[in-house]
């Protein structure tokens, strides 16, 4: 099992423009979900998904989309970047949501915004 | 919104030494979560405790669930430079989880 991937590994972007960061999980997992890791602050949670078809906000929504069309996959799209949104970003999967499971992350992707 | 507090932020420890974060809430928390991040790495899953008073040992990481479930702990005993990182508390709800805002811990060996 390759476990969560994600790519890419580094991108740079300008101000104003749009991308998508890739997730993908092999174990069949029912919940996926985003965070975004700054200095000091922890990991915060942008969207989350309880099935291929469901997904709901996080704490930190704001500048970002996402859709889960397979169980596989959860991209995040950033729909126009900002300084704001230079940070390194984790997907992460897990069994279940909530009480009771580990959650599986991938390897981030650190994006930087110019 | 729930949140949970990790202290401290920062620690500089001597190797054989020992280690502890704490981890604190306002409010009961269901379950508490640690989890461990390498310097460049991805955050990976230690350990779960659910029952009030819990107490779980892996070999020199000792973890506790405070009675009245609003508090943890991790200690490490004599610790060792693989033992550097960020380690990271976390709590979930219906079907949110919330991390503490980590301990990096550096060993000098």
């Known amino acids: 099992n390759a476990g969560v991937t994600q790519t890419p590994k580094f991108q740079v972007l300008k101000t104003g423009q749009s991308m998508t960061l890739q997730c993908a999980q092999d174990?069949?997992?029912?919940?996926m979900s985003w965070y975004r890791q700054d200095p000091g602050m922890g990991l915060r949670l942008i969207h989350y998904s309880v099935g291929a078809g469901i997904t709901d906000q996080g704490e930190v929504p704001n500048g970002y989309n996402v859709s889960r069309s397979t169980t596989e996959d959860f991209p995040l799209r950033l729909l126009s970047a900002a300084p704001s949104q230079t940070s390194v970003y984790f997907c992460?999967?897990?069994?279940?949501?909530?009480?009771?499971?580990?959650?599986?992350f991938g390897p981030g992707t650190r994006l930087t915004v110019t | 919104g729930q949140q949970v507090m990790q202290i401290p932020q920062y620690q500089h420890v001597q190797e054989g030494e020992d280690f502890t974060t704490y981890c604190n809430s306002s409010t009961t928390l269901s379950n508490i979560q640690w989890y461990k991040q390498r310097p460049g790495g991805h955050p990976v899953f230690l350990i779960q405790?659910?029952?009030?008073?819990e107490v779980k040992k892996q070999k020199r990481l000792t973890f506790q669930f405070g009675e009245a479930k609003k508090n943890s702990s991790l200690h490490i005993t004599a610790t060792q430079t693989t033992d550097v990182g960020t380690y990271f508390c976390?709590?979930?709800?219906?079907?949110?989880?919330?991390f503490g805002t980590g301990t990096r811990l550096k060993v000098l060996a």
């Open positions: 976390a709590t979930s709800g219906t079907y949110k989880y919330i």
């Open positions: 992460a999967s897990s069994y279940g949501g909530g009480a009771g499971y580990e959650q599986y």
């Open positions: 405790l659910v029952k009030s008073g």
């Open positions: 174990m069949n997992h029912e919940y």
